[in-house]
């Protein structure tokens, strides 16, 4: 498969439960993303690892706890989630070095429900 | 740290009409502001960017113009046509060097009408 997959496409967890998100890329980047994105609110940047290393921590609860282990994959293990967490959660991933920004590359999502 | 604002929220067309949508930005120091398109069930995509050292880009029926000066960026549909349908987000990003902290704004729902 080409691009950037997320698996499961759809999770639907208690509030007790433990779980993961993958995301893998296939494009050779360097940097990886996870972004929520919930209805009526902008897409919200969680975390950022550049070169496996996570650069970027929005203030997100420890709840969410994101794991790099190469640079091809993204994982983001989920426990003891509040129903407000419930969006659809994506990935992204991008070639950086330089001055600018360049385009990252989104994957389909994972459709996370929480009851 | 960065805020984009985004308008309109939505957005209703005519086919063949043109189409607007206008972002602000707060930090001076972001360089890169990318445009994605995202339709009903699928993962956003980049339909077109600018860095800040451009004024103008145009691929086709699109186009974006940045305004340093007074931190805005537009984005230009021309000739708009029913699959131009979905939401659109605008973002900029500081300086870049290892990665790219995009902010998004909150988006742009554009119909257009046959």
């Known amino acids: 498969e080409t691009g950037v997959t997320q698996t499961p496409r759809h999770l639907v967890m208690g509030m007790t439960n433990k779980k993961s998100l993958k995301c893998e890329q296939h494009?050779?980047?360097?940097?990886m993303y996870w972004y929520k994105q919930s209805a009526k609110k902008p897409l919200e940047l969680m975390f950022v690892y550049s070169l496996e290393e996570r650069v970027e921590n929005n203030s997100v609860p420890s709840r969410f706890s994101p794991e790099c282990p190469n640079s091809s994959h993204l994982f983001l293990h989920l426990h003891t989630l509040q129903p407000e967490d419930s969006a659809l959660y994506l990935c992204?991933?991008?070639?950086?070095?330089?001055?600018?920004?360049?385009?990252?590359?989104f994957g389909p999502g994972t459709r996370l429900t929480v009851l | 740290g960065e805020n984009v604002e985004q308008h309109p929220s939505t957005l209703s067309v005519q086919e063949g009409d043109s189409a607007v949508i206008k972002c602000t930005y707060s930090d001076s120091a972001s360089n890169y502001f990318p445009w994605y398109k995202q339709e009903l069930g699928k993962r956003p995509q980049l339909i077109i960017d600018?860095?800040?050292?451009?004024g103008e880009k145009k691929d086709q029926r699109i186009a974006v113009t940045l305004n340093k000066t007074a931190k805005h960026f537009s984005l230009h549909i021309t000739e708009t046509q029913p699959e131009d349908s979905a939401v659109y987000f605008c973002a900029a990003s500081p300086k870049g060097g290892g990665y790219n902290k995009l902010i998004f704004g909150a988006g742009t729902r554009l119909a257009v009408h046959p």
């Open positions: 600018i860095r800040s050292n451009v």
């Open positions: 992204a991933s991008s070639q950086e070095g330089g001055g600018f920004g360049n385009e990252q590359f």
């Open positions: 494009l050779g980047h360097n940097a």
